[in-house]
């Protein structure tokens, strides 16, 4: 019954976009007379002509503020062994100079690929490193709740990643937390996916307690506005958030191509090199694709499409081919980690996580 479901919907013409691959059943998309879909023509307003010199010069500006802080590390990265943070590790490091520490959210789902490359780069690049994780029972019961809830479960790990991160700046005074984030490749539109505290606490209270929750909740919104009030003032600590990417070109190649040359990174044993630091990634994107008709990859190689990082013509082959490959293993191992069933699977197509943010 899956089966025939899911192939069924793989079958199903799309109407694209003519510029990028976005097809029709893509979250309130708005074509052009010539078939453009809006997220081209917002991409050409955001990042096409974009001035990277002077970005590059507000970065050194910012890199050079947070080494004269003169504190223990100028800088933290969250730090997943994946490419893009493994790059940012690398530029922080090779390129700014900046003392640096590597800090890891263990979300209990970290592959061995990803603790090989953990290891291996910041020995390389002599890094400082420290990993925090909540116990698996309670990583366990939350990704559950938030499948059997919103039809995914990414959250709790997106927020501990955040949390643990902010905690750790606090902790030893560090001026900078610089992120490998890119909204401009990596965003898939909050439609299909996006959180806050509130959806956060609403269904994480159902599993663990108020102590508990403390992994995982940032500071409120009210809380921030008063911190960031404060600060102007110079009555408390000054702490910048950047990503990476807002501020230097990010092109997957060049990743790539830096991170095998200088730094020994390992790919996925299927030769992937996306998501390679979650065990399960490929079922993350599975659920997109039974809920939307298209998964991750047709939002990432859209976005490198308008970056000119790719052709139309291999991001529409290459996306095909990507989502349709099996995930038996995958999934296996995700019901019998968390004990959740087929038709709790099948049902995640028909919830969704906006009524909760
Ligand atoms: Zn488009």
Redesign the pocket.
């Known amino acids: 019954m899956a089966k025939s479901q899911n192939a069924l919907h793989g079958e199903k013409l799309m109407n694209r976009?003519t510029?990028?691959i976005?097809p029709d059943t893509y979250p309130d998309i708005v074509f052009d007379s010539e078939g453009?879909?809006h997220?081209?023509h917002e991409a050409e307003r955001r990042y096409v002509h974009r001035d990277i010199d002077k970005l590059s010069r507000e970065l050194l500006g910012i890199v050079n503020w947070a080494k004269s802080q003169k504190r223990r590390y100028d800088c933290i990265v969250p730090f997943s062994g994946g490419k893009d943070s493994t790059y940012t590790l690398y530029t922080c490091i090779e390129k700014f100079r900046l003392k640096t520490l590597a800090v890891n959210f263990n979300n209990g789902l970290r592959t061995e690929e990803a603790l090989r490359n953990m290891d291996t780069i910041t020995r390389n690049l002599g890094a400082a490193y420290l990993s925090y994780g909540p116990p698996w029972n309670i990583l366990k019961k939350l990704y559950k709740e938030f499948l059997l809830n919103t039809g995914q479960f990414c959250f709790p790990c997106d927020m501990g990643i955040w949390k643990t991160v902010q905690r750790t700046a606090e902790q030893y005074d560090v001026p900078l937390i610089v992120s490998g984030f890119s909204a401009q490749i990596e965003s898939r539109g909050s439609k299909i996916y996006s959180y806050n505290n509130r959806l956060f606490k609403t269904i994480a209270k159902n599993v663990m307690s108020t102590g508990e929750l403390n992994d995982f909740l940032s500071e409120a919104a009210i809380a921030q506005k008063i911190a960031r009030r404060l600060k102007r003032f110079r009555l408390t600590r000054y702490r910048r958030q950047i990503s990476l990417p807002e501020y230097v070109v990010w092109d997957d190649k060049i990743i790539k191509d830096t991170l095998y040359r200088e730094l020994n990174w390992q790919k996925r044993a299927d030769g992937s090199s996306d998501h390679i630091d979650c065990l399960f990634a490929p079922m993350k994107n599975y659920l997109v694709v039974q809920k939307w008709g298209f998964g991750e990859k047709t939002t990432k190689y859209?976005a490198m499409v308008r970056a000119s990082q790719m052709t139309r013509e291999d991001a529409l082959l290459q996306s095909t081919e990507e989502e349709r490959r099996p995930i038996q293993d995958a999934m296996e191992l995700f019901m019998q980690k968390l004990g959740v069933t087929n038709e709790d699977i099948l049902h995640a197509k028909t919830k969704s996580h906006l009524g909760y943010l």
Do not use: F, G, H
Request: proline letters at 0%.
């Open positions: 976009c510029r990028c976005l453009v879909c997220k081209c859209s």
